[in-house]
């Protein structure tokens, strides 16, 4: 059902939906935990399957992108949405470069539907391919996902397969769930907790072999 906790699914036309529905495929636990409190749902016949991901590592050792990045930057890869948690990230973002000594870049891959800010360490790639997106990805310090609604984040596992961490929003059940049992990455639940913990994956550069190893299992 790739269903979360975001106000359309408090409709009531989905009450009697998920008892009327004989089987489920969930992607993650967080998910069927979820729908279970919800909706009550019989789980007699369902399974937790999470997906599979289309990568070749190869197109990692081709020819590099024509796309200009920064030298030490992080990445976010989505919609830039407010609904994805990037108004959020663009406020943490400009309050963690106050303070930064560092010359880290925000990079933005995917199409927007709200401003991005207008400053020097935020570059914005548009919608890119994805060769180009999985080369941007192995060259970025970490991936940064702040939603607070996902029931799969597939950007995150993208990310460990290209070796890199993930920061995510804690709020976000699913993705703290995906970080912990993967041990591929760090989450936040207020500006402290983003700051630290990025300082934190900037500071430990074999972070993301480690991690990613970990993620693939």
Not at 44 to 59: A, H, K, T
Not at 95 to 104: C, G, I, R, V
Request: charged residues 25%; contains cysteine; hydrophobic residues 40%.
């Amino acid at each position: 059902p790739t269903a979360n906790d975001e106000p359309p699914i408090y409709l009531s036309i989905f009450e009697d939906l998920f008892k009327k529905t004989k089987a489920f495929i969930f992607n993650t636990p967080e998910e069927k935990d979820f729908l279970v409190r919800k909706f009550a749902v019989d789980c007699s016949c369902s399974d937790i399957v999470g997906m599979g991901i289309e990568f070749d590592p190869l197109c990692l050792g081709a020819n590099e992108s024509s796309l200009q990045v920064p030298s030490n930057y992080v990445l976010y890869a989505g919609r830039i949405d407010e609904s994805k948690g990037c108004k959020e990230l663009f406020e943490f973002w400009g309050k963690y470069k106050k303070n930064a000594t560092n010359d880290l870049s925000l990079v933005l891959i995917g199409r927007t539907q709200m401003d991005v800010p207008d400053r020097k360490d935020i570059v914005h790639l548009g919608f890119v391919g994805e060769k180009d997106k999985f080369r941007v990805m192995a060259k970025a310090n970490c991936l940064i996902m702040p939603s607070l609604y996902e029931s799969l984040s597939i950007v995150i596992m993208e990310s460990w397969l290209c070796g890199r961490p993930v920061l995510v929003n804690a709020k976000c059940n699913v993705l703290t769930g995906q970080c912990r049992r993967s041990n591929g990455g760090l989450w936040y639940e207020n500006y402290d907790e983003f700051s630290a913990a990025l300082d934190f994956i900037l500071a430990n550069e074999d972070m993301g072999q480690k991690m990613a190893f970990c993620g693939k299992k």
